[in-house]
């Protein structure tokens, strides 16, 4: 799903990997390519990734809750918990931002805690 404001893509299944320690995300995002996750769209590993804190910030809508989507959203297996972000906590490595969908909370915990898995790439 391309996301016509940042032109990134988004994977449509929000659910694929279920709840991953961090380390384990980025690793499966990492091996994500067409075929995996119900996609066709010739995309290869390596072209995806979790997304960045930023670009969860510009997706969710905080109007919105459970989960603060917008409105109409046309992704699937959208879970109302905490997914994980690409960005480690400046003060100290072992932790990672994380967006918890539920209500929008953006907050860091340590990596070794499972969270969501919803990766992204860059549009083309």
Not at 24 to 33: F, N, Q
């Amino acid at each position: 799903v391309t996301d016509n404001q940042t032109r990134l893509i988004w994977l449509k299944n929000a659910d694929c990997f279920g709840r991953e320690n961090w380390s384990a995300a980025m690793a499966s995002a990492l091996r994500l390519g067409s075929g995996d996750c119900g996609l066709r769209d010739g995309s290869v590993a390596g072209q995806w990734r979790l997304p960045s804190k930023d670009e969860w910030n510009a997706l969710i809508d905080k109007k919105a809750s459970k989960p603060v989507l917008p409105y109409g959203h046309p992704f699937t297996g959208v879970q109302s918990g905490s997914y994980w972000s690409s960005t480690t906590w400046d003060d100290y490595a072992g932790n990672a931002w994380n967006v918890y969908l539920y209500d929008g909370e953006v907050s860091v915990a340590g990596q070794n805690r499972t969270y969501y898995v919803w990766p992204v790439r860059d549009g083309r």
